[in-house]
C-alpha cells in the first residue's frame, strides 16, 4: 500500500499549488521541501521580495522627486535602507507561513528534506534527521529553477550577485552593472536605480527586453533611459575581476571587435535561469529530459516514466508564478482523473517597472513571422482621462487582431497599471473575443481601464477620444 495517492516535490507556486488542489480532490497528499520555508523560489527569493523592493523604492522615488506637480511639499527624504529589507522579509515570511496554514487546512504532509525519486511511486526524503522512503502512486516534480551562471563572472553573492543577493544588499552601492536586459535585470536596476544608485544595463541582443513586441520594448528603454538607466546594447561580458574596491568586468561588442573595461561595485548576473533537478534521481529513475535539462513531458505533464508527473519552472516554457500554478492545478485534476488543461496562449506576463509592461499573446514581430494578417487598435495613456488625473501618462495600449476575423491575437500595455489592466484581456483571450467585444463592453469612467476599450476601438479605426 503507498503512502500517498501524491508526493509533490518542490513547494513553489507549482507544487503547492498541485499539492493543494490534490488535497481539495480527496486525495492523500504530502510535499517535500528541502528549503526552511514553503513557497519555493516566488515566495522566498523571487516574485514576492522583488515587488515588496519595487513598491518600496517606487514610494520613495515618487516622494523624493514626484509629489511637486500634486501641491504637496516635503522635507528632505532619507532612505532608511534595513528598515526597507526588513519590511520586505516580514512580507515574505507573511507569505510563507500562509502556505504552512494552507498545507494544514489542507491536511498535507510536509515532508522536510530533499526529495530523490527511487522510482515510480517511491520517493526518498534526506533531512538533518535521517532518511525516509515513502510511497506514493503519483509522483509529482515541481523542483523549479536556479540561476543561468556566466562562465567567467563567478557569482559570489557580495560583489557579483544573482537576483537573491541583489535583494538583500546591505547598503546602496555606488555603481550596479546589470547583465541581462531581461524582467529580472530591469526590476532589479529600477529598484536601485530609484535608491541613487548608477545602474548600467548591458545586454547581448540588440534591444531591451527582447522578447517582447518591439515597439513596447524600445518605449521601455527610452522611459527607463529617461529614469537615469543607461544601456550597452548588442555587448557581451567576456570575464570580470574582484578585488576589494569593486568588480572589473570586461566587455565586448557581441559581434566580437575591440574590448573595454568598466568598473562597478556590484554587478547583478541576471541572463536567464535554468531548470533545477539536481540530486533529484531523475537518471537513475529513467526520467528524460531535453538538451537543456528540462523535464519533458507530453504536453500534458506526463513524463516518459508512468506515475510521474512534472510541472513549472522545471519543464520550461514560461517561467512564471502563475503558469506554474496553472500546471500544478491541471496536473493535480488530471492525476484526479479530471480534465486538466492550460491554455498558453492566455497566459499573461508582467514586467514590474515603473510604468509596468504586460502583454498577453502575440508579439507583432511573431504575427509578422508567421505570415497572419493582422490589424493594429492603439491609444496612449496622454489621453485618457484617468491617467492625465494621476499625474500618470507614460506608455500606451495596443491591441493586435486578426485582419479577416477580428480575433485578439495580442495585446502590450506599457503604462500605469499594466498588470492590472492586462487580466480583462487575457480574459477575453481565453473567451476568445474579438477587438469588437472589448470596444463595446462599458468601461467605467474616468478609469486606466478605457485605454483598454479605446485600443480595441481604435483596431476599427474608431477611437472616441483620439
Ligand atoms: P520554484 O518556485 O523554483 O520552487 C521549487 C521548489 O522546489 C523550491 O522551493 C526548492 O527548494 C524545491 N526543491 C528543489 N529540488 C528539491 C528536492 N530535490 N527536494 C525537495 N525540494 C526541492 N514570476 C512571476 O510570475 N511573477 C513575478 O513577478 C516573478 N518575479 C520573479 C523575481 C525573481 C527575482 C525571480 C528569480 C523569479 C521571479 N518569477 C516571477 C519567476 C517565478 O519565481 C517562477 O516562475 C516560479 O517560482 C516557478 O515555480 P515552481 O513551483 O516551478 O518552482
Ligand atoms: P530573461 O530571459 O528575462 O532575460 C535574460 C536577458 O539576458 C535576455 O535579454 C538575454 O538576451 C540576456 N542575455 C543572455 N545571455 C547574455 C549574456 N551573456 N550577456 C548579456 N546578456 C545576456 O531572464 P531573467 O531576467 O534572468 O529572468 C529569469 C526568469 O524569471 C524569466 O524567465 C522570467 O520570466 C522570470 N521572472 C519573471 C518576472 C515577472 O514575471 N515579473 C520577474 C523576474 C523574473
Known sequence: MADYDVIVIGAGPGGYVAAIRAAQLGLKTACVEKYPTLGGTCLNIGCIPSKALLQSSHLYEETSEHLGPHGIKVGKVELDLAAMMARKDKVVGENTRGIEFLFRKNKIDWLKGA??????????????????????????????????????????????????????????????????????????????????????????????????DGEVSRQAQRILERQGLKFSLSTKVTGAKTTK?????????????????????????????????????????????????????????RTNMPGIWAIGDAIGGLMLAHKAEDEGVAAAELIAG?????????????????????????????????????????????ANARARANNDTEGFVKFLADAKTDRVLGCHIIGPSAGD??????????????AEDFARTCHAHPSLAEAVKEAALGVAGRSIHI
Open 421 to 434: 489592466l492586462i487580466a480583462e484581456v487575457a480574459l477575453g483571450v481565453e473567451f476568445v473575443a474579438a
Open 338 to 382: 479530471q480534465a486538466g488543461h492550460v491554455n498558453y496562449d492566455a497566459v499573461p506576463s508582467v514586467v514590474y517597472t515603473w510604468p509596468e509592461i504586460a502583454h498577453v499573446g502575440k508579439t507583432e514581430e511573431q504575427l509578422k513571422a508567421e505570415g497572419t494578417a493582422y490589424k493594429v487598435g492603439k491609444f496612449p495613456f496622454t
Open 245 to 301: 574596491s569593486g568588480v572589473t568586468l570586461t566587455l565586448e561588442p557581441a559581434k566580437g571587435g575591440q574590448a573595454q573595461e568598466i568598473k562597478a561595485d556590484i554587478v547583478l548576473v541576471s541572463i536567464g535561469r535554468r531548470p533545477y533537478t539536481e540530486g533529484l534521481g531523475l537518471k537513475e529513475a529513467g526520467v528524460a529530459v531535453d538538451a537543456r535539462g528540462f523535464i519533458q513531458t507530453d504536453g500534458h505533464f
Open 115 to 212: 526529495g530523490r525519486i527511487l522510482g515510480p511511486g517511491k520517493v526518498e526524503v534526506a533531512a538533518k534527521e535521517g532518511t525516509a522512503t515513502h510511497g506514493a502512486k503519483h509522483v509529482v516534480i515541481a523542483t523549479g529553477s536556479d540561476v543561468t551562471p556566466l562562465p567567467g563572472v563567478a557569482i559570489d553573492e557580495k560583489q557579483i550577485v544573482s537576483s537573491t543577493g541583489a535583494l538583500a544588499l546591505a547598503s546602496v552601492p555606488k555603481s550596479l552593472v546589470v547583465i541581462g536586459a531581461g524582467v529580472i535585470g530591469l526590476e532589479l536596476g529600477s529598484v536601485w536605480k530609484r535608491l541613487g544608485v548608477d545602474v548600467q544595463v548591458v545586454e547581448f541582443l540588440d534591444r531591451a527586453l527582447p522578447q517582447h
